[in-house]
């Protein structure tokens, strides 16, 4: 019970009146057709089923012994059955479970228009027995909201993860392409599981070695491998590879020979992988070259890509996480003022990729102004699943929330109920070319994700990918009964505990709208003193703005004006400080020590009580923790709750960091009732972090 299983476990069904129901229904499957993606459905099936169930559910040959129906429309074994679902609604990626009449006999079917769409079906009818789903009364009819899902992953070429915490990156560039580890296939799994259907393989901060042919011969066997699980495969594209690689003098999108070195590397790519899907490209952000500096715009960089792409389908993901030195401006504003200029600019393969909030991944941030800011171009959105700012792979955050919070958000850019989900699912302004990517926390752990949890935020993102409907609270029950446990009580409390995680992950590090007060680097615990950096928009002093009579970053007409940036009524609501939620106050405002809050205490009081409350709450959930014991194995119980032991510490360090910081401005006391630190403030200031991993250079 390492955890390597993830949710797709297939253990025996422990409660004997659910498991005869199953039995009873659940008595042979077929499956029209042929094919490697049909073979690996019909592989997971049988195990699944086998397992789940506890004796062997036959693969049989014709439909009269079969309780289950896999097939494709219009296939003759749908022909006596009367389908109660359009499809013509499904999409090519869907499929139909549903509950049927054959020959008076009550048969289970499963359909699609695709293979695919048929072992994302068979994986969804293995999950409603996981979970204990009435299989009496199915109807099901579903196809996925967005079109490119993807997973991002930062690995890089030496194997080391740009804000990995699970461990080295799972491709082994040097044993590939012969040598096929077992472990991507259980990867291809979970991801088809949830309806993942693309990965890029290498860091945004790209390496251009990736695209020599040495490389590609290794990219092609990994495309190889996936394909059958309707499994993309994107890379990363270095800008300034014509230089690097091609031996050319400049990487000017404009000029002819780069064009044309680009077009010659991008056939050569589709040799090897004929379906390649594209590349993101991070550029003119963080020190990566791009388009400007040929003094070109992104629109220029990304068509130039695109135009060779476009031959062979291929996509661009441009992402518009920028800032440099050179713009003196709030760096939360740059990426809106370079793009929307562009907007009507880009090719029709061009998606621009935008994370969540306007600064970078931090555990609470406003949506991104750039969403419903350029109807002509179709946005994705980029997620952070790894959990850079939010405790690493130790503390227990689940993150549906966080990515629910996001797209549920009203930009009103198209008036009252223009969500960001609804830019993101093409709906908003009729795209058809959608996306969304998560930035992948997943190493070679044995448990995938350094954190038993942490499967729960790479499962919530599939599935959130799949349909943005879905509740957090929906998701986690899944998870839970898939990987943990089906006892109703457990599942209830840990779903509880798993909802709250993120509101208490925000309060003990940056409640009230608190935001990159993290260490220098690594990132790696509290630093609200960080300062005197090579850029002051790499220093926490800048984005917090204590000082004796306040705190917070004044982000409204009389400052930085980040705000215009925002739809009315948003940044109308935003502006004005009644109506600021509190849980965005100090990104938007910098307020007096004094200010009043809504409880009636004194902001200083307010933001001590939060920080407090948050370190508790991890008391409650390691408490939580305690009460499921009887329903979890002992090596996954001990797992979490040695590393519950590690949050509670961790989430006190903040705590106390912060606190004791933030009063050497206020000079006002901790509030009654709350225990002081024990430690001085220097003592938090001097510690070093030399194992943290992910140290950079900078930022
Ligand atoms: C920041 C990370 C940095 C990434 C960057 C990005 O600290 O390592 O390269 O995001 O998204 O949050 O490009």
Redesign the pocket.
Same mark, same amino acid.
């Given at each position: 019970e390492d955890g390597y299983r993830l949710w797709l476990r297939y253990d025996l069904i422990k409660d004997q009146a659910k498991l005869n129901a199953y039995k009873k229904t659940v008595t042979g499957f077929i499956i029209d057709g042929n094919s490697s993606t049909l073979a690996i459905a019909s592989k997971e099936l049988d195990n699944g089923l086998t397992g789940l169930l506890g004796s062997r559910v036959p693969l049989v040959k014709s439909v009269r012994d079969a309780s289950v129906i896999i097939a494709r429309f219009p296939s003759p074994l749908l022909k006596d059955i009367n389908l109660k679902t359009d499809t013509k609604a499904i999409s090519e990626e869907g499929y139909v479970i549903t509950t049927a009449l054959l020959n008076k006999k009550n048969v289970i079917v499963i359909a699609a228009h695709t293979d695919v769409g048929l072992l994302y079906g068979s994986f969804h009818f293995l999950r409603l027995i996981q979970s204990f789903h009435d299989l009496n009364n199915i109807d099901i009819a579903t196809s996925p909201k967005i079109k490119h899902r993807l997973l991002n992953h930062?690995d890089n070429l030496d194997r080391t993860v740009?804000?990995g915490y699970a461990g080295f990156s799972i491709w082994d560039w040097h044993k590939l392409p012969d040598y096929i580890d077992p472990r991507y296939h259980d990867y291809a799994r979970a991801n088809a599981s949830i309806g993942i259907n693309g990965t890029v393989l290498t860091n945004?901060?790209a390496n251009a070695q990736i695209l020599t042919e040495a490389y590609l011969r290794k990219v092609a066997a990994l495309a190889d491998m996936f394909r059958p699980y309707g499994i993309k495969v994107y890379l990363t594209a270095r800008f300034s590879a014509p230089v690097e690689i091609g031996n050319l003098k400049t990487a000017d999108p404009l000029d002819p020979q780069v064009r044309t070195w680009w077009k010659n590397k991008i056939d050569e790519i589709y040799k090897y992988v004929p379906d390649f899907g594209g590349f993101v490209v991070?550029a003119n952000?963080?020190g990566q070259p791009g388009p400007q500096n040929y003094k070109r715009n992104h629109a220029d960089g990304a068509n130039m890509l695109a135009e060779a792409l476009e031959a062979h389908k291929g996509i661009v993901m441009w992402?518009a !996480?920028v800032y440099d030195n050179e713009v003196p401006e709030d760096r939360v504003k740059q990426a809106y003022n370079e793009f929307k200029p562009l907007d009507g600019g880009f090719k029709s393969n061009v998606l621009v990729q935008v994370?969540n909030g306007p600064l970078? !991944?931090q555990p609470r941030e406003p949506f991104h102004p750039l969403f419903g800011a350029l109807p002509k171009t179709p946005i994705m959105m980029e997620f952070q699943i790894t959990q850079?700012y939010l405790g690493f792979a130790t503390h227990l955050v689940y993150l549906a929330p966080l990515f629910k919070e996001c797209l549920d958000s009203d930009t009103y850019t198209k008036g009252q109920g223009s969500t960001v989900a609804k830019v993101i699912d093409g709906s908003l302004e009729n795209h058809s070319l959608t996306g969304i990517a998560g930035v992948a926390n997943i190493g070679n752990d044995r448990n995938w994700t350094g954190h038993i949890f942490g499967q729960a935020n790479w499962y919530a993102f599939g599935r959130l990918a799949w349909d943005h409907n879905l509740t957090s609270e929906a998701i986690a029950d899944e998870w839970i009964r898939m990987t943990l446990t089906n006892d109703d009580q457990s599942v209830k409390k840990l779903t509880q505990m798993m909802i709250a995680s993120r509101e208490i992950v925000v309060q003990y590090m940056t409640p009230l709208g608190l935001h990159h007060i993290m260490g220098w680097s690594h990132?790696y615990g509290p630093g609200p003193w960080i300062k005197d950096k090579p850029r002051a928009d790499w220093t926490s002093v800048y984005y917090h703005q204590a000082e004796a009579n306040g705190i917070g970053f004044n982000r409204t007409t009389t400052g930085s004006n980040a705000l215009e940036q925002y739809a009315q009524p948003v940044r109308n609501r935003f502006e004005t400080l009644e109506q600021c939620p509190e849980n965005f106050l100090l990104w938007f405002h910098h307020v007096s020590w004094d200010h009043k809050m809504k409880s009636g205490r004194s902001l200083w009081d307010e933001l001590c009580h939060t920080y407090y409350k948050g370190a508790d709450s991890v008391k409650w959930m390691q408490n939580v923790w305690e009460t499921v014991r009887p329903n979890i194995d002992e090596e996954r119980f001990s797992h979490v709750k040695t590393f519950l032991g590690i949050q509670h510490k961790e989430a006190e360090w903040w705590r106390n960091s912060c606190v004791l910081y933030f009063q050497s401005f206020s000079k006002k006391e901790i509030p009654k009732g709350l225990a002081k630190p024990e430690k001085p403030l220097h003592y938090y200031e001097s510690l070093e972090f030399p194992f943290a991993p992910g140290i950079?250079p900078h930022?």
């Amino acid at each position: 019970e390492d955890g390597y299983r993830l949710w797709l476990r297939y253990d025996l069904i422990k409660d004997q009146a659910k498991l005869n129901a199953y039995k009873k229904t659940v008595t042979g499957f077929i499956i029209d057709g042929n094919s490697s993606t049909l073979a690996i459905a019909s592989k997971e099936l049988d195990n699944g089923l086998t397992g789940l169930l506890g004796s062997r559910v036959p693969l049989v040959k014709s439909v009269r012994d079969a309780s289950v129906i896999i097939a494709r429309f219009p296939s003759p074994l749908l022909k006596d059955i009367n389908l109660k679902t359009d499809t013509k609604a499904i999409s090519e990626e869907g499929y139909v479970i549903t509950t049927a009449l054959l020959n008076k006999k009550n048969v289970i079917v499963i359909a699609a228009h695709t293979d695919v769409g048929l072992l994302y079906g068979s994986f969804h009818f293995l999950r409603l027995i996981q979970s204990f789903h009435d299989l009496n009364n199915i109807d099901i009819a579903t196809s996925p909201k967005i079109k490119h899902r993807l997973l991002n992953h930062w690995d890089n070429l030496d194997r080391t993860v740009e804000r990995g915490y699970a461990g080295f990156s799972i491709w082994d560039w040097h044993k590939l392409p012969d040598y096929i580890d077992p472990r991507y296939h259980d990867y291809a799994r979970a991801n088809a599981s949830i309806g993942i259907n693309g990965t890029v393989l290498t860091n945004v901060n790209a390496n251009a070695q990736i695209l020599t042919e040495a490389y590609l011969r290794k990219v092609a066997a990994l495309a190889d491998m996936f394909r059958p699980y309707g499994i993309k495969v994107y890379l990363t594209a270095r800008f300034s590879a014509p230089v690097e690689i091609g031996n050319l003098k400049t990487a000017d999108p404009l000029d002819p020979q780069v064009r044309t070195w680009w077009k010659n590397k991008i056939d050569e790519i589709y040799k090897y992988v004929p379906d390649f899907g594209g590349f993101v490209v991070k550029a003119n952000s963080e020190g990566q070259p791009g388009p400007q500096n040929y003094k070109r715009n992104h629109a220029d960089g990304a068509n130039m890509l695109a135009e060779a792409l476009e031959a062979h389908k291929g996509i661009v993901m441009w992402r518009a !996480f920028v800032y440099d030195n050179e713009v003196p401006e709030d760096r939360v504003k740059q990426a809106y003022n370079e793009f929307k200029p562009l907007d009507g600019g880009f090719k029709s393969n061009v998606l621009v990729q935008v994370k969540n909030g306007p600064l970078d !991944f931090q555990p609470r941030e406003p949506f991104h102004p750039l969403f419903g800011a350029l109807p002509k171009t179709p946005i994705m959105m980029e997620f952070q699943i790894t959990q850079e700012y939010l405790g690493f792979a130790t503390h227990l955050v689940y993150l549906a929330p966080l990515f629910k919070e996001c797209l549920d958000s009203d930009t009103y850019t198209k008036g009252q109920g223009s969500t960001v989900a609804k830019v993101i699912d093409g709906s908003l302004e009729n795209h058809s070319l959608t996306g969304i990517a998560g930035v992948a926390n997943i190493g070679n752990d044995r448990n995938w994700t350094g954190h038993i949890f942490g499967q729960a935020n790479w499962y919530a993102f599939g599935r959130l990918a799949w349909d943005h409907n879905l509740t957090s609270e929906a998701i986690a029950d899944e998870w839970i009964r898939m990987t943990l446990t089906n006892d109703d009580q457990s599942v209830k409390k840990l779903t509880q505990m798993m909802i709250a995680s993120r509101e208490i992950v925000v309060q003990y590090m940056t409640p009230l709208g608190l935001h990159h007060i993290m260490g220098w680097s690594h990132h790696y615990g509290p630093g609200p003193w960080i300062k005197d950096k090579p850029r002051a928009d790499w220093t926490s002093v800048y984005y917090h703005q204590a000082e004796a009579n306040g705190i917070g970053f004044n982000r409204t007409t009389t400052g930085s004006n980040a705000l215009e940036q925002y739809a009315q009524p948003v940044r109308n609501r935003f502006e004005t400080l009644e109506q600021c939620p509190e849980n965005f106050l100090l990104w938007f405002h910098h307020v007096s020590w004094d200010h009043k809050m809504k409880s009636g205490r004194s902001l200083w009081d307010e933001l001590c009580h939060t920080y407090y409350k948050g370190a508790d709450s991890v008391k409650w959930m390691q408490n939580v923790w305690e009460t499921v014991r009887p329903n979890i194995d002992e090596e996954r119980f001990s797992h979490v709750k040695t590393f519950l032991g590690i949050q509670h510490k961790e989430a006190e360090w903040w705590r106390n960091s912060c606190v004791l910081y933030f009063q050497s401005f206020s000079k006002k006391e901790i509030p009654k009732g709350l225990a002081k630190p024990e430690k001085p403030l220097h003592y938090y200031e001097s510690l070093e972090f030399p194992f943290a991993p992910g140290i950079r250079p900078h930022w």
